[in-house]
């Protein structure tokens, strides 16, 4: 999905970040861990969807949440690619 030419090229937008719940892959650094991951997630952006597609905004060192797509695998390209057109225009 996120190879597709209209998604991709939005997505060049954006600095993308993933953070796993389940496990965390050999090899990969995170922190918090998994189970840090999943406390952020329902105490800071108050959802426990998966996969779960948030923007946020920062100022200093707080995190605003400026649009979500919670509706889990993605179903209609033009549907995500209006959440995250959707988004750009907020964040500016």
Aim: aromatic share 12%.
């Amino acid at each position: 999905m996120f190879s597709q030419p209209s998604i991709e090229g939005i997505f060049q937008q954006f600095v993308t970040v993933r953070l796993y719940e389940d496990r965390v892959p050999e090899g990969v650094t995170q922190l918090p861990d998994a189970d840090g991951v999943q406390a952020f997630a329902g105490e800071k952006l108050g959802n426990y969807a998966r996969p779960y597609y948030v923007v946020l905004t920062v100022k200093g060192k707080k995190l605003t949440k400026i649009a979500e797509y919670d509706k889990g695998i993605i179903g209609s390209t033009a549907e995500f690619t209006g959440f995250l057109n959707k988004a750009l225009a907020t964040a500016k």
